[in-house]
């Protein structure tokens, strides 16, 4: 594997007749973009650490038992099969050298480009207390997904067990940071679960009276919304029994333990949302960044200062019409890559200038529970049902795929009608093959 | 969690006023026998080290990307929760004391029962050479078939990125070890994966060329069916472009290669599905088990000997009629399951004696790939396109819920009309938390 790059890197460079375009991350940015470049003259090559493309707005759904992982990501290598100019490398990037025009990846391979598209995406942001992470990991990958939901459903297990009612309130109890849309989504979410889908199958406890606390710092919960439709929010989740604790901060998390506006709280399961940190192609580069570490870009997208480089999706800072910073949403990523792949296509085909880009917003939502969302329009506002139906249509239509389209439409409405989630499943990591670690290996 | 079976244990034991019967596992056997002592008025404890029922015949299409998880696997405790007599706990068995009547749980909890069935099931028998275990891992545990899937998807991968056909070839080879029911449908559905689901996605590999090597140390595969039958998938695998090699034992394997019948085979998977033994219920017992680990019992299920301790499924070493032992299938699992249920019902409740057991064989099947599987169904054989719509008829009956029902059944469907399987994702255990492993940590 040592120079395992032959493959793409003499496809493209310098070198090669025909230009090379170079897209990292297939996100909703990356798959755009590789999608508008697809069927073009000149070869086209996405690299992803991961084989799959994931729809991060429902990995909170994973995380709470709710769908599995398949339901939500396609393999890269297929959604872009069609385009036979696009080529799908399975590597991570470690730098990026924009002088000699070449991307570097973990096991060595070097790849040239003409055109670079950046599109890694963003983690969870701890704001300097990245050992928080461990205790209170956020739903962003399936790993954190699988994480939070063994934890979820391992604490209400042990409190089953427990004799101590201290130790059973501390194990029923979730804390969830953050009060933005993941926050809100994860504390509806893991209340549906505690009062319906488990109703009935314990003995000693009552899954009903969970604990769950949703903490935000802020004055209220849902800022990027209007302040109705955060009411709203506010109130469904309060009546599906979630303590909403605002203008309160994290001061300390520790696992199974949090200190909070001052006090303490023992808990099951802490799941953190609050703010992501864009992934570092600012150090790739070389380049400054925002404090959040975003680069900034110019209204073609284009990294200033840079030639031939172009940032798309939560690691770009730019701007709208307002002169406001494009927030971090899957429907920015998406336009600027479809608008990026086109544009430049254009641009090497025919010569023609990359346009300024322009984000038309198609409207916010988030979804509190059954019966309960919300949709921001600009001027109309939606809540109650009728958001949720609307947030349940455009979430299967925005899935890619029909067969994926067709299990969550399918395990929506199973839950809409028993109650019941269908992945509960707690399924651990250290698992050995063959061992059986309930007691060793048997005498044969 | 020092004392946590004050809950099971002050339930039952001899001390309590009705008696208490423990089932340890909640597979095929203990979930049937758990239901039939459903609604009785003593208490029944389930004790299963996971949280949920596993349909273990269909494991090998998780491994093969083709089904998820939760689409095969149900919680324990909803599948008991209507059964207000039923407590299901999470939790490890380390011993039996049948002196004292008590189980023994690896957090130290101890459950005393009256009565107790142990069905804790099978692993994969690397008979001596449990140091294969991790180079070959088979599909018997959700871990397991992660593992499995990751490195099939990952061979083809490493395969489009290397340069040196030679690396290419050995990381297209997959060798299947076991010519049994696993064996075959692990073989035939590698092998429909490379041919049909993975086609047009590669650049610079042909998957179909992909080399998948069966390996059976006996003269023929699939040994527990007629010959006709057997003959039939072997020929339907050749057909597949898989290479059967019978009469080859496994003299070596490390890994990335394997040696068998004195040559030396790289390969970027090789997957395990030669024999089972026993979970080590006959240590916990202390009593003598077969060269499989399995306990003779008798025709009340009963371990002779001991008194009120039954083994069912996997474990027991059960004979027919016929005088011959009992396969390991989940239709014995479950016939006796459900017999020594309702059987120790009566016998507790009314003190009807229990009846000895008897083993009705319902057909046995195993499938090659798309329009191709056989039945036996003594004197009916099944085969091809009917053999094929009978087995998916029936896998799907004999699924536990509606829901899991439809998934499969629409996974199943689309993977007919498409070639593709849904599944496709390397998942990797070792992802951390808001770590991005591209780089480690973002200056902010």
């Known amino acids: ?85 696009v080529e799908v490398v399975l590597g991570e990037v470690t730098g990026v050298d924009a002088g000699g025009r070449t991307v570097k990846l973990a096991d060595g391979t070097v790849v040239s480009y003409d055109r670079l598209i950046l ?18 990991p956020g739903p962003r990958s399936f790993a954190d997904a699988r994480r939070i939901r063994e934890r979820l459903l391992l604490a209400f297990e042990r409190a089953e067990q427990s004799p101590d009612p201290e130790e059973q309130r501390a194990l029923l109890t979730t804390i969830i940071v953050g009060g933005g849309p993941t926050g809100v989504e994860m504390a509806g979410s893991v209340a549906e679960l505690a009062r319906y889908s488990f109703r009935r199958d314990f003995r000693h406890i009552d899954p009903a009276k969970a604990h769950i606390l949703l903490v ?63 992934l570092p192609a600012g150090r790739w580069l070389g380049v400054e960044t925002d404090r959040a570490g975003r680069i900034a870009v110019g209204p073609d997208l284009a990294v200033r200062g840079l030639k031939d480089v172009y940032v798309i999706g939560d690691t770009a800072m730019a701007t709208g019409r307002d002169g406001a910073a494009l927030p971090a949403l899957a429907q920015v990523a998406h336009q600027q890559g479809r608008f990026l792949g086109r544009a430049l296509r254009r641009n090497m085909e025919q010569g023609t200038p990359i346009p300024p880009f322009r984000f038309r917003n198609r409207g916010n939502t988030a979804i509190v529970g059954r019966n ?35 299990l969550v439409a399918t395990q929506w409405l199973w839950r809409y009608l028993t109650y019941q989630t269908g992945a509960r499943l707690i399924i651990g990591d250290e698992e050995e093959t063959g061992s059986d670690r309930l007691s060793g290996p048997v005498r044969s």
């Open 119 to 136: 599109a890694p995406g963003s983690a969870y942001n701890y704001f300097g207390h990245e050992d928080w992470a461990a205790a209170a």
């Open 372 to 406: 309960s969302a919300i949709f921001d329009f600009g001027r109309l506002h939606l809540t109650g049902r009728i958001g949720w139906l609307l947030w349940a249509i455009v979430h299967i239509y925005l899935l890619t795929g029909f067969d994926k389209r067709l």
């Open 1 to 85: 594997m040592s120079d395992s790059g032959s493959s793409a890197a003499s496809k493209g460079g310098t070198a090669g007749l025909k230009p090379h375009v170079v897209i990292v991350g297939a996100g909703f940015g990356g798959l755009a973009a590789a999608r508008g470049l697809g069927g073009a003259d000149f070869p086209v090559t996405v690299i992803d650490r991961r084989n799959y493309h994931l729809f991060v707005p429902l990995l909170y759904q994973v995380a709470t038992a709710a769908l599995s992982p398949a339901d939500i990501a396609q393999p890269i290598r297929r959604l872009l099969a069609r385009y036979r100019n």
């Open 216 to 278: 935000e710092a802020g004055p209220r919960i849902l800022p990027t919304f209007p302040e109705d439709l955060a009411n709203h929010a506010h109130k469904a989740l309060q009546r599906l029994g979630v303590t909403v604790l605002t203008g309160t901060s994290v001061e300390r998390i520790a696992p199974g333990e949090m200190t909070l506006g001052g006090r303490t709280e023992k808990a099951g399961c802490i799941v953190w949302g609050a703010g992501v940190r864009a």
